[in-house]
């Protein structure tokens, strides 16, 4: 039976917590965890739908929601797709919920620059590293209300090629603490996780601001180096297995152990002093030390500094 099949047998009398009934619309994404799809009459939510197979810890899933929700400085933040209601179906079971829409083009357009050039014509670093600043920015407001993201990737932002202003997509899957209750992210992407993620064997780990600082450097680094990874290494093996050793290619050492692509390399350097010592900061001391890494306060003052050093000011 297939995922489209399932979702029209479970969601007859799909209803949000006014018990008004939600009519889905079209079906915009569909992950691990459940599909995302328009609500009929209501242009600028969406809904997200849990997998049946997902449905099983529903009170579990659904108390997270509830202490997300009851955050209201992140629920009524613009930059975030932060649930806003919960959705039930016929049996009052928690299957999902409501989340504002953002707009705007993946992150995974930075991935390229064939991809930034068609995707974001017009764009370079004085753009990118405006959306370095704005993820900091985003990423320093959530830990403020201890909310850490667990699973960092292109793929987990959208960003607005007019204004570079960036929406935080998939946040049901952050990590949160309320009521004296840690609720883990159970996701993750191994080739942005610090080594010391990397034995999880997939189980739901408590994270700290030093995790998501190691993730969010390798994607700052991807961002301002059109797709580089700083575990990427000629002779080496993949990104997980470089992380867990230690193997990068910064610096001389680094470079001289195997070194990336010639252009890669090219774009690193050309960065500003500042950022390529937050960068070595966060992979050579902060490897065996995570508070030693780069926190998003500094990411936000020389992603500030670079991009006003590109207009000349």
Not at 154 to 178: H, K, M, W
Not at 193 to 209: D, H, M, S, T, W
């Amino acid at each position: 039976m297939t995922h489209s099949s399932i979702l029209k047998n479970t969601l007859p009398g799909l209803v949000d917590e006014q018990r008004k009934p939600i009519s889905l619309g079209r079906k915009i994404a569909t992950g691990g965890e459940g599909s995302v799809f328009e609500i009929e009459g209501r242009p600028d939510t969406l809904a997200k739908v849990y997998l049946p197979t997902r449905q099983t810890s529903a009170q579990a899933r659904a108390d997270k929601l509830c202490a997300m929700i009851a955050l209201t400085p992140l629920r009524g933040d613009g930059r975030f797709a932060w649930p806003q209601e919960l959705l039930r179906n016929a049996n009052g079971q928690t299957i999902g919920f409501t989340m504002r829409r953002g707009t705007g083009v993946s992150l995974v357009a930075l991935s390229a620059l064939a991809l930034r050039e068609k995707r974001l014509p017009g764009w370079d670093q004085r753009h990118v590293a405006r959306v370095v600043w704005e993820i900091a920015v985003g990423c320093a407001l959530l830990q403020k209300h201890g909310v850490l993201i667990g699973d960092i990737s292109l793929t987990n932002f959208l960003v607005e090629p007019g204004t570079c202003r960036v929406t935080f997509i998939d946040v049901d899957s952050y990590q949160i603490v309320a009521g004296g209750k840690t609720f883990p992210c159970t996701v993750g992407t191994p080739d942005f996780q610090p080594p010391e993620l990397q034995a999880g064997n997939g189980r739901p780990v408590n994270i700290g601001p030093a995790q998501v600082h190691f993730s969010a450097a390798i994607l700052f680094f991807q961002m301002l180096t059109a797709g580089g990874h700083p575990y990427n290494v000629k002779r080496g093996g993949t990104p997980v297995e470089n992380i867990q050793a230690g193997r990068h290619f910064l610096g001389p050492k680094g470079v001289a152990s195997g070194g990336t692509t010639d252009a890669i390399y090219a774009r690193y350097r050309s960065l500003s002093p500042y950022l390529m010592h937050l960068f070595k900061m966060t992979f050579i001391q902060g490897h065996a030390d995570p508070t030693a890494r780069a926190d998003f306060y500094e990411w936000a003052k020389a992603a500030t500094a670079f991009a006003q050093k590109l207009e000349g000011n």
